[in-house]
């Protein structure tokens, strides 16, 4: 990695340029990426990508990259809560397949049904770890709860 200051790219014609490269500069570059914009140029004056999430060490589990370090087996149920972007990011992949006729109704539904249940678990998981974090107790305490439990919450 460059120094900051130094320019790692050329400069030239962009078709788009992403000021900052917090979580949502990034999430535009990757979705224009995606999109098919070739010519994405993503500047901060950050010396390293991720803006907030780098600043505060809570937010670090979010980070895509980090993930590599997870104490899970990748694609496992576990490896699933620990890595919720990634469910996110499935689903609305899911729903353009889905779009483009390149999975059935039945398989997206399925798959829908257990990214919900474990995004569910997710956003389980971070209030048990708040309310120990609110009451002094150690936030790392925590388990997942099994999605029948998560499942039965009135919202």
């Known amino acids: 990695m460059g120094a900051v200051g130094e320019r790692p ?7 788009v340029v992403v000021v900052g490269s917090g979580p949502g ?3 535009v570059a990757y979705s224009l990426a995606r999109a098919g914009v070739d010519r994405c140029a ?7 990508p991720g803006g907030m999430f ?3 060490p809570v937010y670090q589990r979010l980070i895509s990259w980090t993930k590599p370090a997870a104490p899970y087996a990748h694609g496992s149920r576990e490896y699933e809560l620990y890595d919720h972007n990634s469910l996110v990011a499935e689903e609305k992949e899911l729903r353009a397949r889905l779009q483009h006729h390149d999975i059935s109704e039945s398989d997206e539904r399925e798959r829908l049904r257990s990214i919900e249940v474990a995004l ?24 997942a709860r099994d999605p029948s439990t998560v499942e039965g919450y009135l919202q």
């Open 9 to 15: 790219f050329p400069p030239g014609d962009y078709d």
């Open 25 to 27: 500069g990034l999430q």
């Open 42 to 48: 993503v500047i901060s004056r950050d010396d390293r």
């Open 54 to 56: 780098r600043r505060f």
């Open 120 to 143: 569910d678990q997710c956003w389980d998981l971070l209030r048990q770890r708040r309310g120990r974090e609110q009451y002094g107790e150690d936030p790392d305490g925590t388990s």
